[in-house]
């Protein structure tokens, strides 16, 4: 019973954290819990945990900064991002994926010394760019499962405002959550009752700790908000590179 507690408070904790950090670089919420709870819980569990808070996270981060959505550009990204991720998914099991990992970490890498040494760089904001990105950004979340990284690489250099950057990934995010979610219900995944119960601790954490993240955000000069989304894309460039062969 006491392990059972100290497992949800702990669950509880790393939920304000995540939901903190992933609403205020629009990604990163399932990079921090994803590893730390696989330590304690089986993994179909966690995806389908995290899947749940993580789509809460994406309805408070649309909810916070609604102000700053642009429908036209989520379509415009999110539908061709879908459709691909859709379709890379299948590629996962024929190419050396420890290869293509250590890659897309060095690729993050280098765009973020790109960044930092040119941070007025933006792209130009037009429908070619929105739907060549979601393609793009489609292709490598569907090859290799961490398409918030490479969503915030790609609109952190579009040059959006703090709230449209936000917005835009949430409800980006939403779509693809929404899916996954099922996927894993459909598959068999479940929760054990302390989790389901937990989740009206984990849900409302997760509120509170965007909360507490959107607080930080309107305080932030848009020039510092970029450099924070560039180095959180530093630390994950890495922790791929330096990863554990799959």
Known sequence: ????????????????IGSGIGTLTGFGTSTIMVPVLVLFLPLPTVLLLV??????????KIGLFKEGIEWHLILLFGVPGIITTYLSARLVFELPLTILTRLLGLLLIFYVLYLLYNPKSSLPRNKG?????????????????????????????????????????????LAIDTTRI?????????????????LL?????SYYGSKTAEKIVRKTPKNKFRKIIAIFLLIIGIQLLIAPTL
Do not use: C, Q
Not at 5 to 12: E, H, S, T, Y
Not at 148 to 158: I, N
Not at 201 to 205: A, V
């Open 1 to 16: 019973m006491t392990e059972t507690i100290l497992l949800i408070l702990g669950i509880a904790v790393l939920t304000y």
């Open 201 to 205: 601790i984990f849900i409302p954490t």
């Open 182 to 198: 099922t996927t894993y219900i459909d598959g068999g995944a479940s929760l054990t009752t302390p989790l389901l119960i937990g």
């Open 129 to 173: 760019t929105a739907l060549a990105g979601g393609a793009i950004y489609g292709v490598l979340a569907g090859i290799f499962g961490i398409g918030g990284a490479v969503r915030g690489a790609f609109l952190t250099a579009y040059n959006l405002p703090k709230s449209t950057y936000i917005a835009t990934t949430g409800a980006i995010s």
């Open 51 to 60: 899947g749940i808070i993580h789509w809460f996270t994406d309805i408070w």
